[in-house]
């Protein structure tokens, strides 16, 4: 049965750091809800009740729109190996771009990539497992590397000129932000 903490346990993080994907939700006030999976070396915890997690550059920029208006996120974690479980995070976040006093911090718990775009400082006030006793099986054959040698080739200019063709609207039209909080002018 479901059980519901206010915290991460140590437990908890374990689970956490072993899963190679996570799953991010959010939605703003009106329009499409977004799912989007991440992997890689994406997220970081820093204590029980907060996990930073870098945002790379992609084909959307969902997240970021969405978290300006409205705040909420889910993380999802799921096991896809033996021992079955789901575990749902709950709260707020706030994005945290290239041009906040902030950033050299919070970018520097993560490999360095020209496709960093934003960092969520993600605030947890709810957790929550569940069985999962009907999630299939799966083997991780390993990492995806085909974004970072997409990020790598483009280059720090590729990435600007790519975030001002393509990651400044959301689905629905929200403004991401993106260039006035990421390019300096």
Known sequence: MAEKYDHLTEQHQRFIDAQKIFFVGTAAA???????????ESLKIVNKNKILWVNL???????????????????????????????????????IHR???????????FPKSPGSRQVFDFSVSLVQTSCGYAVPYYDFKGERSTLEKWNDAAGEDGIKKYWEEKNTQSLDGIETGIVKKNIRK
């Open 30 to 40: 009106e329009g499409n809800i977004n799912v989007s999976p991440k992997g890689l």
């Open 57 to 95: 550059t992609g084909s959307g920029n969902e997240t970021a729109a969405h978290t300006q208006e409205n705040p909420r996120m889910t993380l999802m974690f799921t096991s896809f190996e033996k021992n079955p479980l789901i575990l749902r995070v709950y709260g707020t976040a706030r994005a």
């Open 99 to 109: 041009l906040d006093p902030e950033w050299e911090t919070v970018i520097n718990h």
